[in-house]
């Protein structure tokens, strides 16, 4: 005889008669469509100091890196935007830019000299990057935690 559980009444004997589920994004990869979308409205200096930034981060992307660390520590992001900075100087001085239009906007926004201005949109780019960076690392952190790790 017959179970009647088993029979076409039973919601979960149906697997094959059900619609496949729509194909859908992961979430890494419409966060990495959101960061470049942003990028792409980003004003045409920070679009000249963006591969600088990135260069500086591929650079600095290994295992133990500090960048990965809980909290990474000021002296590390500072030595960054040094070295960030000067990159972009030269590049400026070497494509031959303005630097009277720098001055005037570091004026404009109430700081002393290009300089600061310069450091501080590169502090603000390079923390975004490296929170950009650091977002994916976390979420397989978290998928293979203590109770189901994958090794």
Do not use: W
Not at 53 to 59: F, K, L, N, P, T
Not at 79 to 98: L, T
Request: hydrophobic letters at 30%; glycine letters at 4%.
């Amino acid at each position: 005889m017959m179970n009647p559980m088993m029979g076409r009444g039973c919601p979960y004997m149906n697997n094959y008669l059900m619609p496949t589920m729509p194909v859908t994004y992961s979430e890494t990869d419409m966060d990495e469509k959101d960061m470049e979308y942003m990028k792409h409205l980003h004003s045409e200096i920070c679009k000249k100091i963006q591969p600088h930034i990135e260069a500086e981060c591929d650079r600095m992307d290994h295992e133990d890196s500090p960048l990965y660390r809980e909290y990474p520590d000021r002296e590390t992001i500072e030595q960054m935007v040094d070295r960030i900075c000067a990159c972009v100087e030269e590049n400026m001085k070497i494509q031959g830019e303005s630097v009277e239009a720098m001055q005037e906007m570091a004026q404009q926004y109430g700081y002393g000299n290009r300089q600061d201005l310069l450091r501080s949109l590169v502090g603000a780019l390079l923390l975004s990057e490296i929170f950009g960076r650091r977002r994916p690392r976390r979420r397989r952190r978290r998928r293979f935690d203590r109770y189901n790790f994958p090794y």
